[in-house]
């Protein structure tokens, strides 16, 4: 049943990428570029993307993050690191560059292999080895 | 601001939305997507963790790929950098997430609806670096 449950909520996460725009990396460097406000050719979408998400998500998280049981069976796994490290910091600085330069973030990316497209498998191909070395030497604890 | 969409922003956004609320509320999970590949990595948790992980990736290029074929709305995942600059992002969004614990998905929609500080601030320091390396590839260095 939770697999079947995380295979749903994949597919519906990639309907939203899809429809949103957001899987193209041109959209999101298009708001990346808040310095287009002055000559008109700033795209806002992504912060419509985000108050979108956040909607109807803060609602059920609110509702959900009280429960002691998640619905399907198994515990509430929720993050109970609150501190705000110089770690946390960089590693946001670092992906935010990443971001940057492609305009793509994790989850877009793994969309957006179903165009197929090489530049796309490459850019994942990176992401993974990023990760993966990274955890090779403990960096994500 | 030719290129604004805020209607299919806001339904796309609402989707990604349901997506994160239903997973953390059936599975007990948060829909970070660095986090669910990342983990499948370096499995530690035993039972069908490494089967939901992969079940959720598989959904998210099979939600696409279904869109695009059974439907008429269209979109394209446009990439213009060069290769060496592809290889070098793509390492550094996979180093920055597993440092600072999480990307767009888990800190900035899972996170923010827990309203949790520690993500506003992860949120903040990636929005700020993405904002700060466009203005440097596209205004003052003229595109990469």
């Known amino acids: ?141 | 601001m030719e290129n604004f969409t805020p209607i299919s922003a806001l339904i796309g956004g609402g989707l990604i939305g349901l997506a994160s609320g239903l997973y953390l509320l059936l599975n007990g999970r948060i829909a970070g997507i660095s986090g669910i590949l990342g983990g499948l990595l370096t499995p530690t948790k035993g039972g069908s963790a490494v089967f939901e992980r992969l079940a959720f990736i598989v959904g998210l290029i099979v939600g696409p790929f279904i869109l695009m074929n059974a439907t008429e709305i269209e979109a394209q995942s446009v990439v213009t950098s060069s290769l060496p600059v592809i290889i070098i992002a793509g390492l550094l969004v996979g180093l920055g997430t597993t440092i600072g614990s999480g990307c767009t998905s888990g800190h900035g929609i899972c996170g923010l609806s827990r309203f949790s500080l520690r993500s506003l601030v992860a949120t903040l320091s990636f929005m700020a670096a993405g904002f700060v390396t466009v203005l440097v590839t596209r205004h003052l260095m003229g595109g990469m």
């Open chain 1, 1 to 141: 049943m939770r697999i079947i449950v995380s295979l749903i909520c994949g597919t519906i996460f990639g309907f939203g990428l899809y429809i949103s725009g957001m899987i193209d990396p041109q959209k999101v460097l298009g708001f990346l570029d808040i310095w287009a406000i002055a000559d008109g050719g700033w795209d806002p979408s992504l912060a419509f993307v985000m108050g979108g998400a956040l909607a109807v998500a803060i609602p059920i998280f609110q509702f959900a993050k009280n429960r002691t049981e998640a619905v399907c069976g198994g515990e509430m796994s929720l993050p109970t690191n609150r501190a705000i490290t110089t770690k946390l910091v960089v590693g946001g600085l670092l992906f935010g560059t990443g971001w940057g330069l492609v305009g793509y973030c994790p989850g877009p990316a793994l969309s957006a292999l179903a165009f197929g497209h090489t530049d796309t498998i490459i850019f994942v191909v990176a992401m993974i080895a990023g990760m993966g070395s990274a955890r090779a030497i403990g960096l994500n604890k």
